[in-house]
C-alpha cells in the first residue's frame, strides 16, 4: 500500500511509504457504526521526511491507485516507537489517523447495510475460515416469538349519556386513552432576538417575517402563495386529538394569506387540509376556514386593532398514523416490516374569538365537520403570507388525546364540544380518571344526547411463528418450537402492529443460515479476491458443501510491505441480534401482558369499525351506522360480550345485519354493545378490535 500524507506546509502531498517500517506496518480497520482509523509506525531516520503534524491529510492507496483510506491525522508519537521494541530513535514515529467524515458528521454511520454494500463471492480454499457458536443461540433461534411494546388505544368506545340541563359531570366507564410523554408539541411565544431555528423553517426572500413588539411580526410578502412562509421544522403526525392556536392576533385591512394551515405535501392553499384564511382583497376584510385546499362558506369580519385568538381542532380515531419500521439483514438481504401509513377519517373545527370581547362571549365557529380521507401527516405552517400585515402573539400545538364530545339537541340539531379550559371558551375538560365536566354556561340541556367518542387502553403485544418450522415439528411429532419473548425499547412500538412488525422482523433472522455463528475470514487481495470488503458486505464462500453466506461486521487490513503488493484482510462476521437489528429489543414481556396471547396469522381481517356511529337514540332503540358497507356474504354482529365472536354460543347474540345502518333494541338504562365485521370464509373471522357502544339512557 502507498502512504501519502500532506502536512498542510505547501508542499502538497509526499509519499512516506519508504519510511513505513516493516514490524508496525500499514493497518487500516473498519467497523460497522465506528470510524475507519489507519496507523502505521514510521522510520524517518535519514529519510529527509519531516516530521507529520496532527490534523494533517493521510491518504492510502492501493498499487492501483485506488483510495483505501483517506483521514486526519489525530496523533503521532514517538513514545509509541520505543515501547514497541525499536531502536529509540528520535525520528521513528507511530501515526494514527481517523476517517475525513470525523469531521463533518455527528457519528459514524450505524447502517446495517450501506448503499455502497456489495457481494464477493470467494472459493474456501483461498480462505482461512474460522467459525464459533455464538453465545445468544437460543434466542437468536427461536421460531416462536412474542414481544411487548407501549400502550396502545384498542376498541373504538362510544358513550351516551342525556342531558337534563343541571348536571354537568358526566363519569365514562374507562378513561380515554392517551399517549404517554408531553402533550405539548409546540410552544412559541416569539419572545427572543431570532427565530428557534431547532422548531421553525422559514421561507422568507425579503424579511417580510420578523421578531418584535407584538411577537411574530408579519410586513406583507411576494404576493404568491407558499413563498413567505414560516412552518414546523418536522411534520405533524395527524392522530388522536389536535389543537393548533394562534393567540394576540392583529390584521390590518388588505392582509392575504393563511394562518395556522396544515398541508399535505406542498405548503400552498389547495393542499391546505385545515387552516385560516384571511382575506383582505377588494376592501374586504374577512377570516375563513378552508378545509382541504376548499374555502368555506362562512366568514368572520376582523377589525384593525383588535386582537384574536384563532384555532385548528383536529381529530382523528387512529391515534397512530404512521406504524414504525422494523429492520434486519439477514444472509446480505436487508428486510424491513412495518413502515406504513394508517388511512382514516378526520373530524375538524375551526373558530375565532375577539379577545376584546366579555369573557363570556363564546368563540364564532368557521366550520364543524368532517373529511372521509385525511393525510397521515402534515406540515404546519402558522403563517402563509401573500400579503399579511399584523402580529402573532403566540403559537401552540398540543395533543387532546382520544376523545371527541358531540351534543345533538332534541330538535336534532348536532354540534361538536370543544375541549379545554373554561377560560378559552371551550366545553369541557376530560379528568384523568375519565369523568367528562362541563363548563358553567353550557351544560347539556334537557334531551340534549352526548356522544362521547374514545379508544380504550391495553398493553400493544403480538405473537408470531415461524409456520414451516411448525409443520415440519408437528409431522416429526416433536414438541413445541424454541420460544423468546420480550419487549421492544427502540423504536417504539405504539401498537400491536409495531409488535407484530418487530417480531417478523426477528421471525426472519431466525431463518438465516449465518444467524447463530461468527468467526472469521483471512485472505490475501488479488488472490482470493481482488476488489476491496468493507462492513455491510457480504462473502460468499464456495466449497463442495454449497456456499455459505456470511455478513461482514468488521474489517482489517495489514500491508505485507513486499513488491508486489501483499494485503492481508481478515474479515470478522457475526449474524444475531446484537449486529443485525436496526431496533433494540429486550428479555422479558411487559408485566401486564396477558397469558392468552394468540399467534397472528397472515390472513386478512375484515376492517375494524373505526366511523361506527349512534345516529339516533330512543327510549327503545338504537340506530347505528356502521361507518362502512358490507361486501357481499358478509355482515356486522352485534354481541353483549366481547369474548365469543366466531364462537357458536348465542347466549349473548344480539343480533346480526348485512346492512350497514341497523337498529339494537334496548333493555336497560346501562347496557353495552360490541360490534365486529364478518366475513364469508368458513369459520367466519372478524375485524381485529371491537367498536362498544355504552349506554346511560332512559328506557321505555
Given at each position: 500500500m502507498?502512504?501519502r500524507?500532506?502536512?498542510?506546509?505547501?508542499?502538497?502531498?509526499?509519499?512516506?511509504?519508504?519510511?513505513?517500517?516493516?514490524?508496525?506496518?500499514?493497518?487500516?480497520?473498519?467497523?460497522?457504526?465506528?470510524?475507519?482509523?489507519?496507523?502505521a509506525?514510521?522510520?524517518?531516520?535519514?529519510?529527509?521526511?519531516?516530521?507529520?503534524?496532527?490534523?494533517?491529510?493521510?491518504?492510502?492507496?492501493?498499487s492501483?491507485?485506488?483510495v483505501?483510506?483517506?483521514?486526519?491525522l489525530?496523533a503521532?508519537?514517538?513514545?509509541?516507537?520505543?515501547?514497541?521494541?525499536?531502536n529509540?530513535?528520535?525520528?521513528?514515529?507511530?501515526?494514527?489517523?481517523?476517517?475525513?467524515a470525523?469531521?463533518?458528521?455527528?457519528?459514524?454511520?450505524?447502517?446495517?447495510?450501506?448503499?455502497?454494500?456489495?457481494?464477493?463471492?470467494?472459493?474456501?480454499?483461498?480462505?482461512?475460515?474460522?467459525?464459533?457458536?455464538?453465545?445468544?443461540?437460543?434466542?437468536?433461534?427461536?421460531?416462536?416469538?412474542?414481544?411487548?411494546?407501549?400502550?396502545?388505544?384498542?376498541?373504538?368506545?362510544?358513550?351516551?349519556?342525556?342531558?337534563?340541563?343541571?348536571?354537568a359531570?358526566?363519569?365514562?366507564?374507562?378513561?380515554?386513552?392517551?399517549?404517554?410523554?408531553?402533550?405539548?408539541?409546540?410552544?412559541?411565544?416569539?419572545?427572543?432576538s431570532?427565530?428557534?431555528?431547532?422548531?421553525?423553517s422559514?421561507?422568507?426572500?425579503?424579511?417580510?417575517?420578523?421578531?418584535?413588539?407584538?411577537?411574530?411580526?408579519?410586513?406583507?410578502?411576494?404576493?404568491?402563495?407558499?413563498?413567505?412562509?414560516?412552518?414546523?421544522?418536522?411534520?405533524?403526525?395527524?392522530?388522536?386529538?389536535?389543537?393548533?392556536?394562534?393567540?394576540?392576533?392583529?390584521?390590518?385591512?388588505?392582509?392575504d394569506?393563511?394562518?395556522?394551515?396544515?398541508?399535505?405535501?406542498?405548503?400552498?392553499?389547495?393542499?391546505?387540509?385545515?387552516?385560516?384564511?384571511?382575506?383582505?382583497?377588494a376592501?374586504?376584510?374577512?377570516?375563513?376556514?378552508?378545509?382541504?385546499?376548499?374555502?368555506?362558506?362562512?366568514?368572520?369580519?376582523?377589525?384593525?386593532?383588535?386582537?384574536?385568538?384563532?384555532?385548528?381542532r383536529?381529530?382523528?380515531?387512529?391515534?397512530?398514523?404512521?406504524?414504525?419500521?422494523?429492520g434486519?439483514?439477514?444472509?446480505?438481504?436487508?428486510?424491513?416490516?412495518?413502515?406504513?401509513?394508517?388511512?382514516?377519517?378526520?373530524?375538524?373545527?375551526?373558530?375565532?374569538?375577539?379577545?376584546?370581547?366579555?369573557?363570556?362571549?363564546?368563540?364564532?365557529?368557521?366550520?364543524?365537520?368532517?373529511?372521509?380521507?385525511?393525510p397521515?401527516?402534515?406540515?404546519?405552517?402558522?403563517?402563509?403570507?401573500?400579503?399579511l400585515?399584523?402580529?402573532?402573539?403566540?403559537?401552540?400545538?398540543?395533543?387532546t388525546?382520544?376523545?371527541l364530545?358531540?351534543?345533538?339537541?332534541?330538535?336534532?340539531?348536532?354540534?361538536?364540544?370543544?375541549?379545554?379550559?373554561?377560560?378559552?371558551?371551550?366545553?369541557?375538560?376530560?379528568?384523568?380518571?375519565?369523568?367528562?365536566?362541563?363548563?358553567?354556561?353550557?351544560?347539556?340541556?334537557?334531551?340534549?344526547?352526548?356522544?362521547?367518542?374514545?379508544?380504550?387502553?391495553?398493553?400493544?403485544?403480538?405473537?408470531v411463528i415461524?409456520?414451516?418450522?411448525?409443520?415440519?415439528r408437528?409431522?416429526?411429532?416433536?414438541?413445541?418450537?424454541?420460544a423468546?419473548?420480550?419487549e421492544?425499547?427502540?423504536?417504539?412500538?405504539?401498537?400491536s402492529?409495531?409488535?407484530?412488525?418487530?417480531?417478523?422482523?426477528?421471525?426472519?433472522?431466525s431463518?438465516?443460515?449465518?444467524?447463530?455463528?461468527?468467526?472469521?475470514?483471512?485472505?490475501?487481495?488479488?488472490?482470493?479476491?481482488?476488489?476491496?470488503?468493507?462492513?455491510?458486505?457480504?462473502?460468499?464462500?464456495?466449497?463442495d458443501?454449497?456456499?455459505q453466506?456470511?455478513?461482514?461486521q468488521?474489517?482489517?487490513?495489514?500491508?505485507?510491505?513486499?513488491?508486489?503488493?501483499?494485503v492481508t484482510?481478515?474479515?470478522?462476521?457475526?449474524?444475531?441480534?446484537?449486529?443485525?437489528?436496526?431496533?433494540?429489543?429486550?428479555?422479558?414481556?411487559?408485566?401486564?401482558?396477558?397469558?392468552n396471547?394468540?399467534?397472528?396469522?397472515?390472513?386478512?381481517?375484515?376492517?375494524?369499525?373505526?366511523?361506527?356511529?349512534?345516529t339516533?337514540?330512543?327510549?327503545?332503540?338504537?340506530?347505528?351506522?356502521?361507518?362502512?358497507d358490507?361486501?357481499?356474504?358478509?355482515?356486522?354482529?352485534?354481541?353483549?360480550?366481547?369474548?365469543?365472536?366466531g364462537?357458536?354460543?348465542?347466549?349473548?347474540?344480539?343480533?346480526?345485519?348485512a346492512?350497514?345502518?341497523?337498529?339494537?333494541?334496548?333493555?336497560?338504562?346501562?347496557?353495552?354493545?360490541f360490534?365486529?365485521?364478518y366475513?364469508?370464509?368458513?369459520?367466519?373471522?372478524?375485524?381485529?378490535?371491537?367498536?362498544?357502544?355504552?349506554t346511560?339512557?332512559?328506557?321505555?
Open positions: 502507498i502512504l500524507i500532506d502536512n498542510n506546509d505547501g508542499a502538497g502531498e509526499v509519499d512516506y511509504t519508504p519510511a513505513v517500517r516493516t514490524d508496525m506496518p500499514l493497518e487500516i480497520t473498519r467497523n460497522r457504526g465506528k470510524w475507519t482509523v489507519c496507523s509506525g514510521l522510520d524517518l531516520a535519514g529519510s529527509g521526511l519531516v516530521m507529520p503534524q496532527s490534523r494533517s491529510q493521510m491518504r492510502v492507496l492501493d492501483s491507485g485506488a483505501l483510506f483517506h483521514g486526519i489525530e503521532t508519537s514517538r513514545a509509541s516507537c520505543a515501547m514497541a521494541g525499536t529509540g530513535s528520535d525520528d521513528c514515529v507511530v501515526l494514527r489517523a481517523v476517517e475525513m470525523w469531521l463533518t458528521q455527528g457519528s459514524p454511520s450505524d447502517a446495517l447495510q450501506p448503499a455502497t454494500s456489495m457481494q464477493h463471492a470467494m472459493a474456501l480454499h483461498d480462505v482461512t475460515l474460522k467459525m464459533d457458536a455464538t453465545s445468544s443461540l437460543f434466542s437468536d433461534l427461536a421460531q416462536d416469538v412474542m414481544v411487548s411494546g407501549e400502550y396502545e388505544p384498542t376498541q373504538y368506545v362510544t358513550e351516551l349519556f342525556r342531558g337534563d340541563g343541571a348536571t359531570s358526566f363519569a365514562l366507564q374507562h378513561a380515554p386513552f392517551r399517549e404517554s410523554g408531553n402533550d405539548t408539541l409546540l410552544d412559541d411565544a416569539f419572545d427572543g431570532v427565530f428557534d431555528s431547532n422548531v421553525w422559514r421561507v422568507d426572500v425579503a424579511s417580510y417575517l420578523s421578531l418584535g413588539s407584538g411577537g411574530l411580526r408579519m410586513n406583507g410578502g411576494t404576493g404568491a402563495d407558499g413563498a413567505t412562509l414560516l412552518s414546523s421544522k418536522t411534520p405533524v403526525e395527524l392522530g388522536g386529538g389536535l389543537v393548533a392556536e394562534a393567540s394576540d392576533v392583529m390584521l390590518t385591512a388588505g392582509s394569506g393563511v394562518l395556522l394551515g396544515f398541508y399535505d405535501g406542498t405548503t400552498t392553499r389547495n393542499h391546505c387540509t385545515a387552516g385560516v384564511r384571511v382575506r383582505g382583497t376592501g374586504s376584510h374577512s377570516l375563513v376556514a378552508i378545509v382541504n385546499g376548499v374555502e368555506q362558506t362562512s366568514s368572520y369580519d376582523f377589525a384593525n386593532g383588535h386582537r384574536y385568538v384563532l384555532r385548528v383536529l381529530h382523528c380515531a387512529e391515534m397512530q398514523r404512521i406504524r414504525s419500521r422494523y434486519v439483514l439477514v444472509d446480505g438481504v436487508l428486510q424491513q416490516f412495518g413502515g406504513d401509513s394508517v388511512g382514516a377519517p378526520m373530524h375538524v373545527v375551526i373558530e375565532v374569538a375577539d379577545l376584546g370581547l366579555a369573557s363570556s362571549t363564546l368563540p364564532t365557529v368557521l366550520y364543524d365537520g368532517a373529511m372521509a380521507i385525511s397521515y401527516q402534515c406540515v404546519f405552517a402558522p403563517v402563509n403570507s401573500v400579503a400585515n399584523g402580529s402573532v402573539g403566540r403559537v401552540t400545538l398540543t395533543r388525546g382520544s376523545c364530545v358531540v351534543s345533538t339537541a332534541a330538535d336534532g340539531t348536532q354540534r361538536t364540544r370543544r375541549q379545554g379550559v373554561s377560560t378559552s371558551g371551550a366545553d369541557y375538560v376530560v379528568g384523568a380518571a375519565g369523568v367528562v365536566t362541563f363548563a358553567a354556561g353550557l351544560l347539556p340541556q334537557p334531551g340534549e344526547l352526548v356522544t362521547v367518542r374514545y379508544r380504550r387502553r391495553g398493553r400493544a403485544v403480538a405473537r415461524d409456520d414451516t418450522a411448525e409443520f415440519v408437528e409431522s416429526l411429532g416433536l414438541p413445541g418450537m424454541p423468546w419473548s420480550g421492544v425499547r427502540s423504536p417504539l412500538a405504539r401498537s402492529a409495531d409488535c407484530e412488525s418487530a417480531a417478523k422482523a426477528l421471525l426472519a433472522l431463518a438465516g443460515s449465518a444467524t447463530g455463528i461468527s468467526g472469521s475470514v483471512t485472505w490475501l487481495r488479488n488472490a482470493a479476491l481482488a476488489a476491496d470488503v468493507a462492513p455491510g458486505d457480504t462473502l460468499l464462500i464456495a466449497s458443501e454449497g456456499t453466506t456470511l455478513p461482514v468488521s474489517v482489517r487490513m495489514v500491508d505485507g510491505n513486499c513488491d508486489p503488493e501483499q484482510y481478515t474479515a470478522a462476521f457475526r449474524q444475531g441480534r446484537d449486529v443485525s437489528l436496526d431496533f433494540h429489543v429486550g428479555d422479558g414481556l411487559a408485566a401486564d401482558v396477558p397469558g396471547v394468540a399467534v397472528v396469522r397472515d390472513v386478512a381481517l375484515p376492517v375494524s369499525l373505526a366511523g361506527l356511529q349512534v339516533a337514540a330512543t327510549t327503545a332503540a338504537l340506530q347505528v351506522d356502521s361507518g362502512v358490507a361486501p357481499d356474504g358478509c355482515g356486522f354482529e352485534v354481541r353483549r360480550s366481547d369474548a365469543n365472536f364462537l357458536t354460543t348465542t347466549s349473548d347474540l344480539v343480533l346480526r345485519s346492512a350497514r345502518g341497523f337498529s339494537i333494541p334496548r333493555a336497560a338504562f346501562a347496557e353495552r354493545f360490534v365486529r365485521m366475513d364469508n370464509s368458513v369459520p367466519a373471522k372478524y375485524s381485529a378490535v371491537s367498536s362498544v357502544v355504552l346511560s339512557l332512559p328506557v321505555s
